[in-house]
């Protein structure tokens, strides 16, 4: 019987990334609204760069992590100008799912947060699969 190698992803794992807010992030510019503030796409896409942060250096060779579920709460608007945080926390591993837990602040205050699933994948197999399903 073959031994499992050790998990490389133990919960607790944390990362941060920033962003500056420009015209380029806002909804009217995404097309997710018609307001210049940041959009809920660009809170996304940041709560997930976090989490692709907080795996980047135990990172297996020839591995990646892909999303696979996303729940999200933007409670707050962000101008054009304004610096947010992302912040994520590796919560839970169970098998190759990793479920993180993200904040994304504007200074003190919780512009959005929730949970964001990733699973761990072979990142030749994974694209030589999409490659044949399109």
Do not use: K, Y
């Not at 760069?49 to 591995?63: D, F, I, L, Y």
């Not at 947010?84 to 959005?112: H, K, M, P, S, Y």
């Not at 072979?122 to 399903?133: K, N």
Request: proline share 6%.
């Amino acid at each position: 019987m073959q031994e499992r190698p050790e998990n490389p992803f133990p919960p607790g794992l944390t990362a941060r990334v920033e962003l500056t807010v420009t015209d380029a992030d806002t909804a009217q510019a995404m097309g997710s609204g018609d307001v210049p503030v940041l959009g809920t796409p660009r809170v996304l896409a940041l709560a997930e760069a976090a989490t692709v942060a907080a795996t980047a250096t135990r990172m297996p060779p020839g591995s990646t992590t892909v999303g696979t579920r996303v729940e999200l709460e933007h409670r707050a608007a962000t101008v054009v100008g304004r610096t947010v945080v992302a912040q994520a926390r590796l919560a839970a591993v169970e098998g190759r799912r990793l479920a993180f837990e993200v904040t994304v602040t504007d200074g003190g205050e919780t512009v959005a947060e929730g949970r964001v699933e990733r699973a761990l994948v072979d990142r030749q197999r994974f694209v030589e699969r999409a490659a044949r399903a399109s």
